[in-house]
């Protein structure tokens, strides 16, 4: 097993340098800082100290150099917009993205075991034929176009929801909603493909002749031999819903990381693009070693590979 997670965090950690060197090159392609943060008019003396003191006069690769040095020390910088350190900009902005993400998440996995558990017990029944279609729709739905048709039917037209910001439950309804969308989509049709299998085969058949309750049979004996599938939709979803809480961040106002980051990447603002990119993509590696350890509990032939 210690070998499995040694195996696995090394190539994340191989992924993460990866990403790091392409995000750190490409969002200097987006331009000069310099003409965002001085007046017109600054003169070049001006325009030269402020290259000198962020660094942006030397050559790229001696700048990536001294931001590992940097990063070791565990120094990401600091806003070149706010002037504050960039990971506490960051830290503040997470708990936001990973309340909503989570709530979205919590709410499509309880919501696609359900429907999906219900769809597979009687397949081609009405039920079943519903829910297809509407996690069909769900899945193939794009998150913006969700949002900004939620937008003008629930907050312009009918006014029962804020078009933006962050406050009451009102202001949570349509971010999570949209968010979860894709993954209750999929992950019905995961659930009900697995449950389908699971629900023929013999340990299931074993257990009706022997008297078991029905929802016994479904959501204890079936359920859980179907789970390594959901789970392993599931992490990739979770992965995928926190890259498109980028989206709906930006569309709703949502003050989290995405959001920040997306600013960041308009103003130029490479320290805070940096430290969200490094900070989100180490939440994915952790993400990736917990559902690791869920395969490891879940199917024992694992542990033996």
């Known amino acids: 097993m210690g070998q499995y997670l040694g195996q696995r965090a090394l190539h994340s950690g191989i992924a993460l340098i990866g990403l790091i060197l392409a995000v750190f090159f490409l969002v200097r392609l987006t331009g000069d800082p310099t003409d965002l943060y001085l007046p017109i008019d600054a003169s070049l003396e001006t325009r030269r100290e402020f290259a000198q003191k962020h660094g942006f006069d030397r050559p790229a690769t001696e700048q990536f150099v001294q931001f590992l040095k940097d990063v070791s020390n565990g120094d990401l910088g600091y806003s070149l917009r706010k002037q504050r350190p960039a990971m506490e900009l960051v830290l503040e902005a997470y708990p936001t993205t990973l309340a909503l993400a989570g709530v979205a998440m919590t709410l499509s996995i309880v919501l696609a075991v359900i429907v999906g558990a219900v769809a597979a017990y009687r397949p081609g029944g009405i039920f079943d034929r519903i829910s297809g279609i509407a996690s069909l729709a769900g899945a193939s739905a794009p998150d913006f176009w969700v949002a900004i048709t939620?937008?003008?039917?629930?907050?312009?037209?009918?006014?029962?929801?804020?078009?933006?910001?962050?406050?009451?439950?009102?202001y949570w309804i349509l971010p999570i909603f949209v968010l979860m969308l894709r993954p209750f989509g999929l992950m019905v049709q995961v659930v009900r493909a697995s449950m389908l299998g699971a629900l023929s085969s013999a340990y299931v058949k074993?257990?009706?002749?022997?008297?078991?309750?029905?929802?016994?049979?479904?959501?204890?004996?079936?359920l859980r031999n179907a789970c390594i599938s959901i789970v392993t939709v599931a992490g990739d979803l979770a992965v995928g819903l926190i890259n498109g809480a980028v989206i709906?961040?930006?569309?709703?106002?949502?003050?989290?990381?995405?959001?920040?980051?997306?600013?960041?990447?308009?103003?130029?603002?490479?320290?805070?693009?940096?430290?969200?990119?490094?900070?989100t993509a180490t939440a994915i590696f952790l993400l990736n070693i917990v559902i690791d350890l869920l395969y490891l509990a879940l199917d024992p032939r694992i542990r033996h590979q």
């Open 150 to 170: 939620g937008i003008l039917l629930f907050a312009v037209t009918f006014r029962w929801l804020p078009t933006s910001g962050i406050g009451g439950i009102e």
């Open 206 to 222: 074993t257990a009706r002749a022997k008297g078991v309750r029905e929802t016994s049979v479904i959501f204890v004996h079936a």
């Open 248 to 279: 709906v961040e930006t569309v709703f106002g949502w003050p989290g990381v995405g959001k920040l980051m997306i600013d960041a990447v308009i103003q130029r603002d490479f320290p805070t693009v940096q430290a969200a990119v490094m900070v």
